[in-house]
Structure formats: structure tokens, C-alpha cells
């Protein structure tokens, strides 16, 4: 059995920008990084407050109102967090979540299989090493090609997983697919409809496919058994 491991977290949006957050059952309060503290942000309580744990005696700066967004393109709720200066933060963390927050989320942390459910949220997001997420978000942007595309769900999955996205071209034949993965993504570009049509023109750092299992696709001859 490993006596260390990479401790875990995942990529949430504070406000309109992503950032890393972890969970803590030994820190009373949450915490926010200052540096990654909109000035827009409400200031709940001004009253100064210090931190007494293992790292000694820490002052903490304002409360604040921190619009979350868990996952891309869900629903926003506001966590309040005490301002912690950069040096005083774990390293690699935006914001740490303590025991009041998780309580009022009904957080349960699943260590063995790298995963938090938010029970208020109806959520089980997996998480990972922070500094594995870390490494995407400082990644150079991908260029990512979706062939049979649906509706383009994947973008979400490669931004929650903390990439950064250069281009997406997708190719999906379906116009209703088409039209929601262009509402849902409008940094979207469709290639064309059919993918026996699409001509490569440039090179992609990854490329991904959701073809239709045949037997059940209503576009194939339905030889399910």
C-alpha cells in the first residue's frame, strides 16, 4: 500500500475563470487565494479573523461571496470564503473548501476512488492530482477534431478536466445535434455534415469519434439481438 499520494481536487469556474479547488475536513473555514479574488466579488464581513492550525497563527482577510460554477455550463452557487494570502495557501490550490461549506453541500469525500459527491448539487465529480490538473491548465492550448460529433458534449469534459482549447471542429450529420452544439458551444466550428466528406486540411493534437453502435443506431439496419 502507498504511503503518499498526489492529493486530489478539481476544476471548477470561480466567477468566469477556472480555477483548482480542494477539500479539507481539518480547515474550519474556506478559503479563497487572493490573488484569484475578483474586486466585483460581495464582501460579506470585514472583521478580521485569524486561522490557528498546523502552519501557526495565519490572519485571514475579508469574507467574500464566490460565485461557483462545478461543472461547464452547470448551475452557478455561491460559496463564501475568508481571503487568504498566496503564500499562506496549499500549493496549487485556488480554494479550499472546509468543513462549513462541505456541510452545507452535503459533501462526501471518496478517497479510495478519486471522487466527491455533492449531494445538495446532485453531483459526483471526479477528481484528481493537483498538480496533474495543473499541468493541463498550463498546457498549451489543444486542437481538437470531433468526428460524429453529437452534440459536442466532449468540449465540456476536456474543459472540466482543465485543458485549454485552441480550436474545436466538429462533424456531425444530425441538424438537431448540430443546433444544440452550437447553442451549448458557439466556439464550435462544424466542418461539414458527413464525415465520408471531410477532407483534412490541418494538423490536430486530438482527435475523437462517437460513431453510432451500429445494431442499435437508428441509422443502421437494427441487427440487435
Not at 75 to 97: F, I, N, S
Request: with cysteine; charged share 25%; glycine share 8%.
Amino acid at each position: 500500500m502507498k504511503e503518499f499520494m498526489p492529493a486530489q481536487a478539481m476544476v471548477v469556474s470561480l466567477g468566469t475563470t477556472r480555477a483548482v479547488v480542494g477539500f479539507d475536513t481539518w480547515a474550519e473555514t474556506t478559503l479563497v487565494r487572493r490573488s484569484r479574488v475578483d474586486p466585483g466579488w460581495e464582501v460579506v464581513s470585514c472583521v478580521a479573523t485569524h486561522l490557528r492550525g498546523i502552519g501557526g497563527d495565519v490572519a485571514m482577510g475579508d469574507r467574500v461571496a464566490v460565485p461557483v460554477t462545478w461543472r461547464h455550463k452547470g448551475e452557478q452557487t455561491v460559496v463564501l470564503a475568508r481571503v487568504m494570502d498566496d503564500a499562506a495557501m496549499p500549493a496549487g490550490l485556488d480554494m479550499l473548501l472546509g468543513t462549513s461549506t462541505q456541510a452545507r453541500l452535503s459533501v462526501v469525500i471518496d478517497a479510495k476512488y478519486d471522487r466527491v459527491e455533492i449531494r445538495e448539487l446532485g453531483q459526483v465529480i471526479n477528481t484528481e492530482g493537483v498538480w496533474t490538473l495543473r499541468a493541463r491548465m498550463e498546457a498549451e492550448p489543444l486542437r481538437v477534431l470531433d468526428l460524429c460529433a453529437g452534440t459536442s458534449t466532449a468540449y465540456s469534459v476536456f474543459w472540466d478536466m482543465g485543458w485549454n482549447l485552441k480550436e474545436w471542429h466538429a462533424v456531425e450529420m444530425d441538424e438537431t445535434a448540430r443546433a444544440v452544439a452550437t447553442a451549448l458551444y458557439p466556439e464550435i466550428e462544424h466542418k461539414c455534415d458527413d464525415i465520408m466528406e471531410f477532407v483534412l486540411e490541418q494538423e490536430y493534437d486530438v482527435v475523437i469519434a462517437g460513431p453510432p453502435c451500429q445494431p442499435w443506431s437508428r441509422a443502421g439496419r437494427h441487427r440487435a439481438k
